[in-house]
């Protein structure tokens, strides 16, 4: 039995192409017991291969030395943290998508996360069912779409370290909320995003907070992304919230 344990590292592109989700590995990296358990099972229950990393250090070697289709990351590390593991990443140039786990109003870890090249994050607590519908949606976008510092769709640029945007090449001014505002939905691109997420994600309120505060946000933000440029890129869908997408025709 022994000589066997580093074949594995080939296999993740081949799986990929496949496109079986039920191929899919995962590394947890998460030191609180319970949580990592939790999350574990689920995700095996719901057919991915994980390994579980306890603490900072485990999760740096695993993630530097096996292939994993995603990581999940928690921050609050005791030994090495997870800002460092993410560095680490990218600094190898492994663009492996990072879901980072992070506490309540922490709005600089959320920057932080995404500026060091995270793809996306989950607030604690959560439900299992949110990080397992976070986990397959970054699943399908693979990990290509991911730069370290620009985010594009269509002709918008979006430079993450400089908080600046550009639609065919001319610079377009924003404030920190309409950035952070746009640097969501793009990050979000397709899918339907309600007002209850945009304020608790941008604005750090609650579902119950006046959210006609959105509403005006994205009226101002499409003046400037959207009313000088084709093709529309931010669409309402009536009912439901705001959704980022290209050349989608809802509402
Ligand atoms: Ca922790």
């Not at 080939?10 to 079986?20: E, H, M, N, Y």
């Not at 609180?32 to 994980?50: H, M």
Request: proline residues 3%.
């Amino acid at each position: 039995m022994s000589g066997q344990g580093v074949g594995r590292k080939s296999g993740v592109a081949q799986k990929r192409v496949a496109g079986a989700i039920t191929d899919m590995k995962l590394l947890i990296v998460e030191d609180e017991k319970k949580t990592g358990d939790y999350v574990r099972q689920g995700l095996v229950e719901s057919g991915f291969v994980v390994d579980l990393a306890r603490t900072g250090l485990d999760g740096r070697h695993l993630a530097l030395t096996e292939l994993y289709d995603l990581i999940i990351l928690d921050v609050m590390l005791p030994d090495v943290d997870g800002w460092h593991i993410l560095q680490a990443l990218r600094e190898a140039k492994l663009c492996t998508p990072v879901l980072f786990l992070t506490a309540r109003d922490s709005v600089e870890d959320r920057v932080k996360g995404l500026e060091l090249g995270a793809d996306d994050y989950l607030i604690k607590p959560f439900a299992f069912s949110e990080l397992l519908a976070r986990v397959r949606t970054l699943l399908r976008r693979g990990a290509a779409p991911v730069f370290n510092d620009q985010l594009q769709v269509a002709d918008l640029v979006l430079d993450i370290p400089r908080r600046q945007a550009r639609r065919k090449d001319v610079r377009i001014t924003l404030t920190n909320k309409e950035f952070a505002l746009l640097e969501l939905l793009v990050r979000r691109q397709g899918e339907v995003l309600p007002r209850s997420l945009i304020a608790s994600q941008v604005w750090d309120m609650n579902f119950d907070s006046d959210t006609n505060v959105i509403d005006v946000a994205i009226r101002r933000l499409r003046a400037k992304i959207d009313e000088a440029f084709e093709p529309k890129l931010i669409h309402t869908v009536r009912g439901m919230g705001y959704m980022l997408d290209i050349g989608g025709k809802v509402g």
